[in-house]
């Protein structure tokens, strides 16, 4: 079962407007992790944030800003005032349990929103 | 810190030989090192964890004897695809994490395209 769910495909956006994306996940764990990455074209992973399940603070960092949902299991991500640069493949993802062992730690990444922002 | 590189960068090679591809935490002791594959426009699906001096646990429908990886040492996992074929042209990404890495966080290296003709 697919645990962490990016329905947007692909955003079209011009440049200034702000930009949203989903992320809903699914878990039984209590302690669970979850991230944002932004994936240019160069492929590499760029990360944005990470978040514990115990915190649901928003969070605002420069033109980007973060939404955790317990009670939604969501943790969306805007973009204020989207600039060309901002172009580019955005994953979230969900890591469970404790992470002591070796076993655990797995990422469980989302489908990806491909994020276009034109001039 | 926690800078993790892959070599190489790119790489293209014909039908039927194989191909290592190197995963090294910079500034970090790897205890776990996870490897992920990324078909264009897809999203990274875990093909193995590989923890440091035993042997790689390989998620359901990834053939281990094609994708061997090892993890050698605190610094290095490599993954050798072995008579690769243009089904296999593919990112290659790995990421490592330490004990005690807070938040489960695992760090990535740059990736490496595999190109097979």
């Known amino acids: 079962a697919q645990k962490v769910t990016q329905a947007q495909t692909e955003i079209s956006v011009v440049e200034k407007e702000d930009v949203t994306l989903d992320c809903v996940y699914e878990?039984?764990?209590?302690?669970?992790?979850l991230f944002w990455y932004k994936q240019p074209p160069s492929g590499e992973l760029v990360f944005l944030i990470r978040r514990n399940s115990f915190d649901e603070q928003n969070e605002i960092s420069g033109r980007y800003s973060w939404n955790f949902q317990k009670s939604t299991s969501s943790f969306n991500f805007t973009i204020t005032a989207s600039q060309v640069v901002d172009s580019a493949v955005y994953f979230c993802?969900?890591?469970?349990?404790?992470?002591?062992?070796?076993?655990?730690?797995?990422?469980?990444f989302g489908a990806g929103t491909q994020v276009v922002v034109t001039p | 810190g926690a800078v993790v590189s892959q070599h190489p960068s790119r790489v293209i090679c014909k039908s039927g030989t194989s191909v290592k591809i190197e995963c090294r935490s910079l500034d970090f002791q790897a205890t776990t090192m996870f490897w992920y594959r990324q078909f264009p426009k897809q999203s990274l699906m875990l093909m193995a964890t590989s923890n440091e001096g035993s042997k790689a646990t390989y998620e359901q429908g990834v053939e281990k004897d094609k994708f061997l990886i090892n993890h050698a040492s605190l610094t290095l996992s490599t993954l050798t695809v072995t008579s690769a074929h243009p089904e296999d042209s593919s990112f290659y990404i790995c990421s490592a994490k330490f004990i005690g890495t807070a938040y489960n966080e695992q760090f990535f290296g740059p990736g490496t395209r595999l190109t097979v003709l």
């Open positions: 993802a969900l890591s469970e349990g404790e992470g002591t062992t070796d076993s655990w730690g797995k990422f469980q």
């Open positions: 878990t039984r764990d209590t302690t669970y992790y």
